[in-house]
């Protein structure tokens, strides 16, 4: 079954506790991306790859770090993590955006990160 | 001001109404726009992916891009209970690796 599989699900930790939230698609997809949702301020844009060993900041990349070193994996690193970094997360991949062929995102199904 | 505009609702319909889900935006060199449903603890789903301006059918949806009023729209015919779900409009431009979403409509279709 094709999907982006987010691990973990749920984690609560301590401010300054570095964690990583692994992200893995089974898709053969170049561009992977991380996203945050938050009320009101709805998806904004981490950092997204276009390719491996290719990362490129989003709209608010603060207080992350990425890294692709194979096609599968995008995991997100929160090196000291804040109580503002509280939020639900998504990893997303597409087969490619190269020159305009622009395709369609697929989510996984979040990870919902407490920072106290 | 935001990239992304869209009404959060809620919005609550019965059942086999027309829905009308929109969003405004700001920057003229978006081209390419889509429609993603989320359900309670899950991850937005692909529902419509469009190209520059004009319509989009598939079943009951169909999206409309007017890109000279900077407007998307996304309409549900015969809704169904199983419709009910945040609706998230997306867009990005040319080079496509960067995409900026509303914050979600919250429909309810009551049966």
């Known amino acids: 079954e094709a999907q982006v599989t987010q691990n973990p699900r749920y984690l609560i930790t301590v401010t300054g506790k570095k964690l990583t939230v692994t992200c893995s698609q089974n898709?053969?997809?170049?561009?992977m991306s991380w996203y945050r949702q938050d009320p009101g301020l709805g998806l904004r844009q981490i950092y997204y790859?276009?390719?491996?060993?290719?990362?490129d900041k989003g709209d608010v990349p603060e207080g992350y770090k990425v890294s692709r070193k194979e096609k599968r994996n995008f995991p997100l690193i929160l090196e000291s993590p804040s109580p503002n970094q509280t939020s639900l997360y998504f990893c997303?991949?597409?087969?490619?955006?190269?020159?305009?062929?622009?395709?369609?995102?697929?989510f996984g199904d979040g990870t919902r990160l407490s920072i106290l | 001001q935001k990239e992304v505009e869209q009404d959060p609702g809620p919005l609550s319909v019965p059942e086999g109404a027309i829905v009308s889900l929109n969003c405004t935006y700001s920057?003229?060199?978006?081209?390419?726009f889509m429609w993603y449903r989320q359900y309670s603890r899950k991850g937005p789903e692909l529902l419509m992916y469009?190209?520059?301006?004009g319509n989009k059918e598939d079943g009951r949806f169909t999206a409309q891009v007017d890109k000279s009023s900077k407007y998307i729209s996304l309409f549900i015919r015969d809704s169904q209970p199983s419709d009910s779900a945040t609706y998230l409009c997306?867009?990005?431009?040319?080079?496509?690796?960067?995409?900026?979403f509303g914050t979600g409509t919250s429909l309810t279709v009551i049966p």
């Open positions: 997303a991949s597409s087969l490619s955006v190269r020159g305009g062929s622009n395709q369609p995102q697929h």
């Open positions: 898709m053969n997809h170049e561009y």
């Open positions: 790859s276009m390719n491996v060993e290719v990362t």
């Open positions: 920057n003229s060199a978006f081209q390419y």
């Open positions: 469009t190209y520059s301006s």
């Open positions: 997306a867009m990005s431009g040319r080079t496509g690796n960067q995409f900026y």
